[in-house]
């Protein structure tokens, strides 16, 4: 089993409208979370930390559920500029972050 | 300022050369790190260093060779090399505050892409 798991997509968004998705992850205590974007041939750059208490940050939204081992990403008002692959990164307890396969969003004109 | 800097930025070698890839960032962090990424796959981590101290090895073959000459910069040291390493090589950056406790944001260099021949 991965210890970070996500859909890999890819998600087709229209411009404008609103997609969400999940990670997985296997570790219960992990304590730090993020996501990271990565455009084509490009870094991963850091989009947000999750907190427990969700976060926000303009048109993201970010989720913790502990309980279930999960966190979510939403973004609203999707802009062409959006299309990226969005990497759920986790650390392994032990300082060591761990990625996921990435989810691909694609928004489309 | 989360910059982190790599040269070069793009890498053509054959198997029997000898390069090095640096890495600086001047945002007083004390923890640096080696990432492989292939293409459509997650980033990879090679080493960590912690305070000019390599700290973790993920059990990357001796062809590559790490180094932290100070806190600043990260070199990574390529020699007989193999096609299979071919792969985009990603420095990055935290904090370090040491072990336990949240772990830190990375903040990650545009990348080197090495093509092995």
């Known amino acids: 089993r991965k210890e970070v798991e996500q859909d890999p997509g890819p998600f087709n968004v229209p411009e404008g409208a609103t997609v969400a998705f999940n990670c997985t992850y296997s570790?219960?205590?992990?304590?730090?979370f993020f996501w990271y974007r990565q455009d084509c041939r490009k870094e991963p750059k850091l989009l947000m930390s999750v907190y427990s208490s969700g976060n926000e940050d303009g048109r993201f939204t970010a989720q913790l559920n502990r309980a279930s081992q999960y966190i979510s990403l939403l973004i609203r008002d999707s802009k062409l500029s959006d299309s990226a692959t969005y990497l759920c990164?986790?650390?392994?307890?032990?300082?060591?972050?761990?990625f996921g396969a990435g989810t691909q969003v694609v928004v489309t004109p | 300022d989360t910059e982190v800097t790599q040269t070069p930025k793009h890498l053509v070698m054959g198997m029997t050369n000898k390069k090095s890839l640096k890495c600086e960032q001047h945002m007083g962090h004390r923890a640096m790190y080696w990432y492989k990424q292939k293409a459509k796959k997650p980033p990879e981590l090679m080493f960590v260093?912690?305070?000019?101290?390599?700290?973790i090895n993920e059990s990357v073959p001796s062809r590559f060779s790490p180094e932290c000459p100070n806190s600043s910069l990260l070199n990574l040291h390529l020699h007989a090399l193999q096609p299979e390493d071919s792969a985009l090589y990603l420095c990055?950056?935290?904090?370090?505050?040491?072990?336990?406790?949240?772990?830190?944001?990375?903040?990650f260099g545009p990348g080197t892409r090495l093509t092995v021949l």
């Open positions: 570790n219960s205590a992990s304590q730090s």
């Open positions: 990164v986790v650390d392994d307890s032990w300082g060591k972050l761990q």
């Open positions: 260093y912690s305070y000019e101290k390599l700290s």
């Open positions: 990055a950056s935290s904090q370090g505050r040491g072990s336990g406790g949240p772990t830190d944001t990375q903040y």
